[in-house]
């Protein structure tokens, strides 16, 4: 494996990769069925996706510049690679997988990981990415392997701030936003996860992929999760993005579910934090694309444990989106310019991430931070890591769980509590079933 630190050139090797066609028959239901015990990627959503395994090699970075970087790096390595591709859709020949911290400042940082096999399904194509270093790498045929070991009886722990003193922080905000300091502010919580065996990411992966087929679940470096909002995707010029904000937990009755979606479709409190994080996203989108397309109202998204107002905005890149002349921006250049919106962080920004550095009182790791995939033509997906939680690298038995919930002024801790619990359940689930 090589490790390409921020600014580094390429490989000693070029990169190498062979794509081909396979029967979709062939492969299970649930891709991540393929995964290894170790080193699995997943990026899956209903029955498409890409599973990987093996890695090759990866870029790390940090800073504030730590997607251009890492974006940068990816081109350079690309550059230089000898391609087969036999299949030519979204996700075939070269890919990586990334997972990117949501502060600068975050230890975290963010890693863009290139595996060695790649596995992908897009409706009735299916196809086999190889990748070696200055060589054709052998021919895989995928099959599905043992099941993952359950991680056993899960014990529970408060983060930084327990259920009271997180209201008590939601309150602070309200009183700012109130007086006139920001418009919203989106306060994260963090919940303390420990199993009897060592978490096996898959076991999480494959119930999030059952329980929740309209997110993209996946599993990249240790950060889990299944997350119903996507930052950008770029693809062949379009770009679109669904945007969420505005919540309520169901009941598991139809009926007052139904009745709950047309509350929620006419909250003013809900609306107003809604159109603050559409505001946000399609301005920053708005000096790439020639042309973006916004609809006047947003529309219910129902999952299995909450109902959200959501909305999907789209664009085309502009001839010369990148300002410069050069290539079009990557769906990572995208990602580092719309992150983070009032959809993880609040309005104006600034002010908004000042405000959770003072409240929350953690650090957020990769929680709400881009995850997702490039390919070699910068093309690609890139969600926000929402309803996830991070395995300590030190401690397989240990896993912090993350909600986040958008402050305005109408907000009420209880309230806010309660849905921050909501959000929680995915994982919670996952861990215990």
Sequence with gaps: MTDLNTGAATTPLPLV???????????????TELLPADGGIAW??????????GELTR??????????????AWRELVAHAVVRDEVHLPGTGPVAFGSFSFAPGSAAGGVLVVPRVVVGRRGASAWVTTLALGAVAAPVTPSAQPAPAAPGAVTWSEGALGPDAWRAAVGAAVGRIRAGRLDKVVLAREVHARTAEPLDPRWVVARLATDYR???????????????????????????????????????????????AALLAHSSKDLEEHEYAVSSLTDALAPFCSSTNVPETPFVLHLPNVLHLATDVTGVLAADAAGNGG???????????????????????????????????????????????IGADGDGEWALA??????????????????GCGIVAASDPAAELAESEAKLEPMRRALTD
């Design 44 to 53: 899956v959503r209903r029955a498409d996706g890409l599973v990987a395994w």
């Design 17 to 31: 990769t062979r794509t081909v066609a396979i029967d979709p028959l062939t492969l299970p239901g649930d891709l």
């Design 214 to 260: 309209a997110c993209w679940t996946f599993a990249v470096d240790g950060l889990v999760g299944a997350t119903p909002e996507l930052l950008v995707r770029s693809e062949k010029g379009l770009v679109t993005s669904r945007v969420l904000a505005g919540t309520i937990r169901r009941t598991g009755d139809d009926d007052a579910d139904l009745a709950h």
């Design 59 to 72: 870029i790390t970075t940090t800073g504030p510049d730590r997607m251009a970087d890492a974006d940068a």
């Design 386 to 403: 929402l309803r996830s939680g991070e395995i300590d690298p030190a401690d397989a038995r240990h896993i912090r769980l993350f909600a």
């Design 327 to 373: 290539p079009a921006p990557s769906s990572l250049a995208l990602a580092q310019a719309l992150h983070p919106t009032a959809a993880v962080a609040g309005t104006p920004t600034a002010d908004a991430c000042a405000l959770i550095d003072e409240l929350e009182g953690m650090d957020r790791g990769r929680y709400a931070g881009p995850v997702g995939w």
